[in-house]
């Protein structure tokens, strides 16, 4: 089993608006990934979770709050988003950030920021 | 500067037409080169995983092979189930810690038709 879950698959949401994007897998992976990505671009990472220790954050603004409550769990927080934010959000996993870094992302959430 | 390029930016075939897509690279330490093929709205989904020059993997009609500047992605004889965006990315070193950052090229748009 290579899934991974993300809910909602779409989400509409106002500037002033606060939601939670949420991503599940339960293949053992201890690395867990949030990629963004706009239309006809490749995806963009945002943060990499290492043993649900946040280990990479590149510079994505305080808007975007991310949160691993445990190995299996990852969870995107949004708040006064911009209409710039609106994209597709990937999330994803691996067996670790070593070698072994083969990444299964899931399908998706597909934010629109009115 | 580390630089992951795609070519072509999009390929139309007949079905049963034969062809390649190219990843070139310029990095300063590769780790391994992941292939991942996305449909419109969709995750991405992980194809291969190759690590060093030489190496070559298949799948189908899928043959992915790796130099030390370059990857193929071979593709026999084509199905229009086939179509779909096909990126390659990279897995770079970082002063001797791995830590699973990603970096992905723009992508190839294959198109096959019946």
């Known amino acids: 089993d290579t899934e991974v879950t993300q809910t909602p698959k779409h989400l509409v949401m106002g500037m002033t608006n606060k939601k939670s994007l949420k991503c599940e897998q339960h293949?053992?992976?201890?690395?867990m990934y949030w990629y963004k990505q706009k239309a006809k671009k490749p995806p963009e990472l945002m943060f990499v979770y290492s043993y649900e220790k946040l280990s990479i954050n590149e510079s994505v603004p305080s808007r975007f709050s991310p949160e691993c409550p445990n190995s299996s769990l990852l969870n995107l927080h949004l708040h006064a988003l911009q209409p710039e934010d609106s994209a597709l959000y990937l999330c994803?996993?691996?067996?670790?950030?070593?070698?072994?870094?083969?990444?299964?992302f899931g399908q998706g959430t597909r934010l629109t920021v009115v | 500067e580390d630089q992951v390029t795609q070519s072509p930016e999009a390929l139309r075939l007949q079905e049963g037409e034969s062809s390649s897509l190219n990843c070139s690279y310029t990095v300063s330490g590769l780790r391994g080169l992941f292939w991942y093929r996305q449909d419109p709205g969709k995750g991405p989904e992980f194809l291969f995983t190759?690590?060093?020059a030489g190496e070559e993997k298949e799948k189908e009609r899928l043959k992915a092979t790796l130099t030390k500047k370059e990857s193929f992605l071979h593709i026999t004889a084509p199905k229009p189930e086939d179509s779909a965006t096909y990126l390659c990315?990279?897995?770079?070193?970082?002063?001797?810690?791995?830590?699973?950052?990603?970096?992905f090229g723009q992508g190839t748009i294959l198109t096959v038709h019946p």
């Open positions: 190759l690590y060093s």
């Open positions: 994803a996993s691996s067996h670790s950030t070593g070698r072994d870094t083969e990444a299964f």
């Open positions: 990315a990279v897995l770079l070193r970082a002063g001797g810690t791995s830590y699973g950052k990603l970096t």
């Open positions: 293949m053992g992976h201890r690395a």
